[in-house]
């Protein structure tokens, strides 16, 4: 993968962030640096190797019951604006 | 829409939200239809931090089912996969779905002149409901979110690109819905988002592609056209209408020479027409990741076996089977087994009525004739569905028995019935009351003649004087009098002696 401005731009789209020329050309090499740093995961062989996550039969699983939620002024609280109990989220976001 | 240049290439997406009482990863409540907004929420639906989904056995279930029910193979383990997205529906910035392994892959549905190949059936959760709105003064763009679907379970059917018309996607989305029914999988009301449907669709030049699996390719230098995604479809018809809609629109385009873009499209149900809504000029990122706090789950063969019980006899077998074995037109076949609880009244009765007669195509065709008679003119007249009109089985045997011996005649009968059905009457004791009349109006019957013959002179010498019309106003009297349960044919003959 190459790392560079235009890959930058591409996260920064993907996350919603607004990223000025200036702070994309610092972020782009701290960016290549980190990402470099975890490649070298990449160098282990686990040829063989099953992956160690857990496995969990399927009469293990949660039973369908349903039980109370939060009450909605709990749901409510958190949100900036809200309208008819509703969580209202300004901006357009087609 | 068949087309001598060009082939229409159709795959459809299906979402099917499953009928668990708990959600997918948590156990709020899934039934959200009308329900305060916001109520059915906890810290797992919002996203909250440190929220840990916990994956919904019966969930599970119902998507293997659906797999088992399209002939698919079954994944001995599942895993899920976190898909990224940033939309204020999804507070946790990713909706849990299945990327590389779906639990169910490789199905097939039969439909009447074709085969659809599935590809692929997954479990993930649905998303918040979210409406847009313009604030009035301020004229800024808001969104209201209701959180109560968040996490509603759904399952996505996806077919290879192989359908070819509107016709067969229809047949097809049809089918769905009837599987999903008749194994109480989903209620897969279109009109309430419990079913959806997104046909892509692609036009190309015969001869110039071939598919190959899940992919459409070119043959030699030719340069495929784009394909396009139909959203906001609201039911089964419009799947048929929006694609027909469409092909016509790719169609003028490429004649006209112009450039097809990868686009999606919104029906627009009431003007008919779909609408641009996104180009698609990149593939979506979804940066997919294994999803870390759900661990693999293992499915043995005793689990799928467990889960196979519930498989009853699909319609298509039920057609089959009415068609073959009990002689019945494709027509009554097809109206017989769309519907599972008209399919398990037919059934039965059937069986009841054959273990009297000892002929099947016989008891099959009275069975049809009286649920597709009588019953469904009844049922579709109060609005009701067959399993709130309480039938009884046992009575409906003895009609059709009297019916079918001629001891009643058809309007009689109908009658019966519908008077049983309007006023919740008991219809062996209607039966018996009409058996004790029509016995005593027996013996009756040749002096109501006379009666009739005594005081309808002129109708009498008319007939005498050849208007064989008359006779049919004799006979109406003598129907009027016995109310109508007098065989009309007795009745010609008494008249006929007794006129001599």
Request: aromatic share 6%; net charge neutral.
């Amino acid at each position: 993968m190459k790392i560079d401005i235009n890959f930058l731009k591409h996260m920064a789209k993907l996350s919603r962030i607004k990223l000025s020329q200036k702070e994309l050309e610092k972020f782009t090499p701290q960016m290549k640096t980190i990402l470099e740093s975890v490649d070298v995961l990449q160098e282990v062989d686990t040829a063989g190797i099953k992956p160690m996550k857990k496995r969990v039969s399927f009469s293990d699983l949660r039973e369908d019951i349903a039980t109370i939620s939060l009450t909605q002024e709990e749901v409510l609280r958190n949100a900036n604006h809200t309208e008819m109990n509703l969580v209202k989220i300004y901006g357009k976001i087609f | 829409m068949e087309n001598n240049k060009y082939d229409i290439i159709i795959g459809l997406e299906i979402h099917i939200q499953t009928k668990t009482k708990s959600k997918m990863f948590c156990t709020c409540p899934t039934g959200y239809f009308q329900k305060e907004p916001n109520t059915h929420v906890c810290p797992v639906c919002l996203g909250l931090p440190g929220a840990l989904p916990v994956p919904n056995k019966r969930a599970i279930e119902l998507c293997i089912l659906m797999g088992l029910a399209t002939h698919c193979t079954i994944s001995n383990e599942i895993y899920f996969d976190r898909k990224h997205y940033f939309y204020p529906d999804l507070p946790k910035g990713y909706q849990i779905s299945q990327y590389k392994n779906p639990i169910c892959s490789n199905g097939l549905v039969k439909l009447s002149n074709t085969t659809v190949e599935i590809e692929r059936i997954h479990q993930e959760e649905d998303v918040a409901k979210s409406t847009h709105h313009t604030e009035a003064g301020t004229n800024k763009e808001y969104s209201l979110i209701d959180y109560n679907k968040s996490g509603v379970p759904l399952i996505e059917i996806v077919t290879k690109p192989c359908i070819r018309s509107s016709s067969q996607a229809k047949e097809y989305a049809t089918r769905i819905r009837q599987i999903a029914r008749y194994l109480n999988i989903s209620d897969a009301d279109m009109e309430k988002g419990q079913m959806r449907c997104e046909p892509n669709i692609s036009i190309q030049e015969k001869g110039k592609w071939k598919q190959e699996g899940r992919e459409v390719v070119p043959i030699g230098n030719y340069k495929l056209n784009a394909k396009i995604e139909i959203k906001n479809i609201g039911s089964i018809t419009a799947v048929e209408k929006s694609i027909n809609y469409e092909v016509d629109r790719l169609i003028e385009e490429i004649e006209a020479g112009n450039n097809i873009k990868q686009q999606t499209r919104g029906w627009n149900a009431n003007k008919g027409i779909t609408e641009f809504q996104r180009s698609k000029e990149t593939s979506d990122d979804y940066r997919y990741m294994a999803e870390p706090d759900i661990p693999v789950i293992k499915i043995s063969k005793e689990d799928t076996d467990r889960i196979s019980k519930e498989l009853i006899e699909l319609p298509d077998k039920k057609l089959d089977r009415y068609i073959n074995t009990y002689q019945l037109s494709e027509y009554d076949a097809n109206v017989l087994s769309a519907n599972k609880d008209v399919a398990v009244l037919f059934d039965k009765l059937v069986v009841d009525i054959e273990n009297e007669l000892k002929d099947l195509p016989t008891s099959a065709k009275l069975a049809s004739n009286c649920i597709t008679g009588t019953i469904f003119a009844w049922i579709n007249e109060k609005g009701i569905s067959i399993s709130s009109a309480n039938l009884d089985i046992a009575d409906l045997v003895a009609w059709n028995l009297a019916l079918n011996s001629k001891e009643i005649t058809k309007s009689k009968a109908e009658k019966l019935l519908r008077e049983s059905l309007d006023n919740k009457k008991d219809l062996s004791k209607l039966l018996d009351d009409f058996r004790k009349q029509s016995s005593e109006s027996a013996t009756n019957l040749t002096d109501i003649v006379k009666d009739v013959i005594l005081k309808n002179e002129k109708a009498v010498n008319d007939f005498k004087n050849g208007n064989k019309a008359s006779m049919g106003f004799l006979i109406g009297q003598v129907m009027q009098i016995t109310q109508g349960s007098a065989d009309p044919n007795e009745t010609k003959s008494i008249l006929i002696k007794e006129l001599e």
